[in-house]
């Protein structure tokens, strides 16, 4: 059991954000994929209501993809030079492994808000994220605005009811990175205190 412990802890602190950009070939292959995507059928689920779900992008289809981050682009600012275009473009073709995470606010039990379905799509992708690192790869969380675009949304079909949560990269790191420093527990724990102030 504690060696069980340990390695889990391991694990877990092993765990660190590589940009897109320092992630190259080889990502997880089929199988490992599958193992990475079935560790996020054992986060907590409220209702059962599966509310997320993950869009890979083929390289067939990161061409699309980059003119919708240009696009995108466009519509927060229509004088973005073409250099500027074309590195929002570039963006697309980063990362062996490449998904969007979305989450859904209407599917069934109404009372279950927006924030429980987001928090189960955080320990979905927690989980994916450290049986990646278990598998020996690379990982990375990213957002922007980009999300919210138009153009975006249309791509990837999404209605009125999806929330384009952020993209998640996969691939093998191009070089190790120092360990960035944790914060400690007594930095975000605090005892509830009902005495007088």
């Not at 199988?31 to 067939?60: E, K, M, N, Y």
């Not at 859904?104 to 808000?113: N, R, W």
């Not at 691939?171 to 914060?183: H, I, K, L, S, V």
């Not at 400690?184 to 724990?189: D, G, I, L, T």
Request: net charge positive.
């Amino acid at each position: 059991m504690q060696d069980t412990i340990a390695l889990i802890s391991t694990l877990m602190q092993s765990r660190q954000t590589i940009l897109p950009k320092r992630l190259c070939a080889p990502g997880p292959d089929a199988a490992q994929l599958q193992r990475i995507l079935s560790a996020a059928a054992h986060a907590p689920d409220h209702g059962q209501l599966l509310p997320w779900r993950f869009v890979c992008i083929p390289d067939t289809a990161r061409a699309a993809l980059g003119e919708a981050f240009a696009s995108a682009l466009l519509e927060r600012d229509a004088l973005a030079l073409p250099e500027q275009l074309q590195q929002a473009r570039d963006k697309a073709f980063r990362a062996p492994v490449l998904m969007l995470v979305v989450v859904q606010d209407a599917s069934g039990d109404a009372t279950i808000g927006l924030d429980e379905r987001v928090l189960s799509a955080g320990c979905a992708v927690q989980n994916m994220l450290l049986m990646a690192t278990a598998l020996g790869f690379g990982s990375a969380l990213t957002s922007g605005k980009a999300l919210k675009a138009s153009a975006l949304r249309a791509l990837f079909g999404l209605g009125s009811q999806d929330h384009a949560i952020c993209f998640l990269s996969l691939g093998t790191a191009q070089r190790a990175q120092p360990m960035r420093t944790r914060p400690s527990p007594n930095q975000y724990v605090t005892t509830l205190s009902t005495e007088p102030l």
